[in-house]
């Protein structure tokens, strides 16, 4: 039950689309963003998932791609682009290859956070319209919101 609902969330994270909107990145956050996070909480909707659920994803980042791992399997593969001086800051996941063949070519919205060794990252659901204005994901709304550690390399 426990990965069908991590699978879900992986899954609204996938597929939200939307048009492509034009971003500046100042290089500060792009540094801190690479190497590998543990997810290590989730909530979906203003409910969170149990601990061993929200642990089983893993994100990477490398120069201008990510990769999602689920399960010990690469489930997403794409290429972001990131405003850090928006406020709040915001991300844009573009899926290249997934194992949902749906999902390829979706772009995800969504609004982050880095603080020391955690990243906080916020995302619509499947097919949402709107980028989350702030870090939270209430019950009602269609919002994923991620909290990620940073690994150490």
């Not at 203003?46 to 201008?64: Q, T, V």
């Not at 990131?82 to 979706?106: C, Q, R």
Request: hydrophobic share 40%.
């Amino acid at each position: 039950m426990m990965r069908l609902i991590a699978m879900v969330a992986v899954s609204g994270l996938l597929m939200a689309a939307g048009p492509v909107a034009e971003m500046r990145d100042d290089g500060d956050d792009i540094p801190k963003l690479q190497g590998v996070w543990r997810s290590f909480e989730l909530e979906i909707q203003g409910e969170s998932l149990p601990p061993d659920c929200a642990r089983s994803m893993w994100l990477r980042f490398h120069k201008d791609s990510f990769t999602i791992e689920q399960g010990g399997k690469i489930t997403v593969q794409g290429r972001y682009t990131i405003n850090p001086a928006s406020k709040p800051k915001t991300i844009d996941l573009t899926i290249t290859d997934t194992v949902k063949v749906v999902n390829k070519g979706a772009l995800v919205l969504g609004v982050y956070e880095l603080k020391n060794n955690q990243l906080r990252l916020c995302t619509t659901k499947a097919n949402g319209q709107d980028r989350p204005k702030a870090l939270v994901s209430k019950r009602g709304t269609a919002h994923f919101l991620f909290t990620f550690l940073k690994e150490k390399p």
